[in-house]
């Protein structure tokens, strides 16, 4: 059974950052293209960014371009998020997730076949 530990979550003043963390139990991390969503109370949990097996593509929805970064260490089974510049909207459960193989869409939840329990984020005006 893939675990999936997420870190980094914490309370920040707009404007201000945080690195979430997402450390997979898994040998066969590299395999897989890892994702992160969120969800806002009262809201459905929506696609926030998504890197490809060996880190070479990356994916993110519009709110979060220019302020966000994806990334991974293979080495590591980690995958990373990189928040800046951060609002009071990002405020959410922020959920890491790993791709089916041979699912279509990066965007869509039903494309992740395994998830993590999730980190709280929150940012303060």
């Known amino acids: 059974q893939v675990q999936l530990v997420e870190s980094g979550g914490g309370l920040v003043q707009a404007g201000g950052s945080l690195r979430l963390s997402c450390a997979a139990s898994?040998?066969?991390?590299?395999?897989?293209?890892m994702g992160w969503f969120r969800q806002a109370p009262g809201k459905e949990r929506g696609f926030v960014a998504a890197?490809?097996?060996?880190?070479?593509?990356?994916y993110y929805t519009d709110s979060v371009k220019g302020r966000f970064t994806i990334s991974r260490d293979n080495a590591k089974n980690t995958v990373y998020l990189q928040m800046n510049s951060l609002k009071p909207e990002d405020t959410a459960v922020y959920y890491c997730?790993?791709?089916?193989?041979?699912?279509?869409?990066?965007?869509?939840?039903?494309?992740?076949?395994?998830w993590g329990q999730g980190t709280q984020v929150t940012v303060s005006s």
């Open positions: 898994e040998r066969t991390f590299s395999w897989f293209t």
């Open positions: 997730a790993r791709k089916e193989l041979g699912s279509n869409s990066h965007y869509n939840l039903s494309s992740y076949n395994y």
């Open positions: 890197i490809s097996r060996n880190g070479g593509n990356t």
